[in-house]
T-cell receptor, first 110, second 114 residues
């Protein structure tokens, strides 16, 4: 089974904020990542956070990290139709390979 | 190249045939990874190459799967005697192999085994 867990679906109204949650298992992960996958495309890195940080903001994206609970979240402000995609959380259980969650499908409705 | 390039983008094959998937990483990236994505699922790690070190093959699901990489350039993933359960998208990524080690992904090869 997967070590990284995410909710499978999220529906949000255009203009609202989206929050995607993730729990991971490996407390030694140095970095945690959020990737976006649009239909028929590969994965695009959205943002990442170093494990000694608890928050990172990048334009409309805010990442929150709670190391004690091994919980990671991604908030997208002012969600747009172009944000409709699958979002993957990933941890680094060793120095290189990524361990992914199953992905959260975000649907933005008008 | 500007990004990670994979070919073919789609491959349809008959059960029992062998297939070869190709990945051309970003120039200068010493690390290269193969992942498999089954429909509706996350990515499963298959294999990792770093420079001239021995590859980490711990994710390969069976001995029908193998991969090669020449130096720090192109890699090929070979699946012998394909089975229907091999149907998936095969994604390749490359990275600098140090620091934040951000992995950049290709668009993938969609393999359908009939």
């Amino acid at each position: 089974g997967e070590d990284v867990e995410q909710s499978l679906f999220l529906s949000v109204r255009e203009g609202d904020s989206s929050v995607i949650n993730c729990t991971y298992t490996d407390s030694s992960s140095t970095y945690l990542y959020w990737y976006k996958q649009e239909p028929g495309a590969g994965l695009q890195l959205l943002t990442y956070i170093f494990s000694n940080m608890d928050m990172k903001q990048d334009q409309r994206l805010t990442v929150l990290l709670n190391k004690k609970d091994k919980h990671l979240s991604l908030r997208i402000a002012d969600t747009q139709t172009g944000d409709s995609a699958i979002y993957f959380c990933a941890e680094t259980p060793d120095d290189y390979k990524l361990s992914f969650g199953a992905g959260t499908t975000v649907t933005v409705r008008a | 190249g500007a990004g990670v390039s994979q070919s073919p983008s789609n491959k349809v094959t008959e059960k029992g045939k062998d297939v070869e998937l190709r990945c051309d990483p970003i120039s200068g990236h010493t690390a290269l990874y193969w992942y498999r994505q089954r429909l509706g699922q996350g990515l499963e790690f298959l294999i990792y190459f770093q420079g001239n070190s021995a590859p980490d093959k711990s994710g390969l699901p069976s001995d029908r799967f193998s991969a090669e990489r020449t130096g720090e350039s192109v890699s090929t993933l070979t699946i012998q005697r394909t089975q229907q359960e091999d149907s998936a998208v095969y994604l390749c990524a490359s990275s600098l192999g140090q620091g934040t080690n951000i992995q950049y992904f290709g668009a993938g090869t969609r393999l359908s085994v009939l």
